[in-house]
């Protein structure tokens, strides 16, 4: 097996003999706003689905808010393993606005 995988580049992996392609895949499985101490995370529970063994697998996350690209984020994970993070998000107002990290889209209310 062959894997590609870069700062900014989407995992995949090559059977070298065979030369069948093997997408490896990142599942964001939930999202939502924390406020503590007088800074705003926007938290996030991630999966890797594909069975790679135990390999980790780094994966380049976009974030967008309001629409607008945001950051991108790098999420680190192996097979069948459930993960937390949080990333910390400035320069946003009070109320309601609509954040994305990968393909997870909700709209949350900031205080």
Known sequence: ?????GLNVNPVSWDIT???EYHITLRIKDINIVNEDNKIYLNFS????DDTGSRITTFPVPAFIDGRFYRNVS???KSDLNLSGRIELHGLKPGLHTIQLGDMKK???IY
Do not use: F, N, R
């Not at 097996?1 to 995988?5: C, D, G, P």
């Open 1 to 5: 097996m062959l894997l590609i995988e």
């Open 18 to 20: 065979s030369g069948k």
């Open 46 to 49: 991630a999966s890797q689905p």
């Open 75 to 77: 999420i680190a994970v």
């Open 107 to 109: 709209d949350l209310v």
